[in-house]
T-cell receptor, first 115, second 119 residues
Framework: NAGVTQTPKFQVLKTGQSMTLQCAQD?????MSWYRQDPGMGLRLIHY???????DQGEVPNGYNVSRSTTEDFPLRLLSAAPSQTSVYFC??????????????FGPGTRLTVT | AQKVTQAQTEISVVEKEDVTLDCVYE???????LFWYKQPPSGELVFLIR??????QNEISGRYSWNFQKSTSSFNFTITASQVVDSAVYFC????????????????FGQGTILTVHP
């Protein structure tokens, strides 16, 4: 199993550009989520999904869109990049939400810089 | 709303010293889960432990141990005989059960503690 994969690893965008961060998992996990990590603030939840076709907002959703058409993939779209979105983005997945909490497995991260 | 506080921003120790990382949490749920993650300099997040709110037993895994005390809402992490390879950022995180259990996966992280172990 590859686990949770993210592409790209690094990205530089200009203000106003849009892009999609890709996330995929091959563990048949129901739950997937996106976090951003900023210095001194830990990780903050952007969006999450409890299954294909179901998504919801986390703590910091503004400026981001998600969709979950398959169990495996959970892309994060930046609609119009802003310097405030410069961050490291982590995708995570975990097993069945309804059978109890499970540890989340994290992807390697995408370092995004918006100039 | 849930909250996790790691009051220690940075800790510096010399190899073989014991070190304790503090974690204090706030939640209104009676069912919740606590986690510790390690983020080494390479940047990935490594799961260390999960503890549920009904299990206050302390846990030991090699040089790592965890002390969970509901009375003080704390879930502290101790590394015994620290090593240079323990240098990393350590995050404590909380997940509430919520209605229907669908918020199990929503983690609230503390700010992280940067641990530096000097040779």
């Amino acid at each position: 199993n590859a686990g949770v994969t993210q592409t790209p690893k690094f990205q530089v965008l200009k203000t106003g550009q849009s892009m999609t961060l890709q996330c995929a998992q091959d563990m048949n996990h129901e739950y997937m989520s996106w976090y951003r990590q900023d210095p001194g603030m830990g990780l903050r939840l952007i969006h999450y999904s409890v299954g294909a076709g179901i998504t919801d907002q986390g703590e910091v959703p503004n400026g981001y869109n998600v969709s979950r058409s398959t169990t495996e993939d959970f892309p994060l779209r930046l609609l119009s990049a802003a310097p405030s979105q410069t961050s490291v983005y982590f995708c995570a997945s975990s097993y069945s939400v309804r059978t109890g909490a499970r540890e989340q497995y994290f992807g390697p991260g995408t370092r995004l810089t918006v100039t | 709303a849930q909250k996790v506080t790691q009051a220690q921003t940075e800790i510096s120790v010399v190899e073989k010293e014991d070190v304790t990382l503090d974690c204090v949490y706030e939640t209104r749920d009676t069912t919740y889960y606590l986690f510790w993650y390690k983020q080494p300099p390479s940047g990935e997040l490594v799961f260390l432990i999960r503890r549920n709110s009904f299990d206050e037993q302390n846990e030991i895994s090699g040089r790592y141990s965890w002390n969970f005390q509901k009375s003080t809402s704390s879930f502290n992490f101790t590394i015994t005989a620290s090593q240079v390879v323990d240098s990393a950022v350590y995050f404590c995180a909380l997940s509430e059960a919520g209605a229907g259990g669908t918020s199990y996966g929503k983690l609230t992280f503390g700010q992280g503690t940067i641990l530096t172990v000097h040779p």
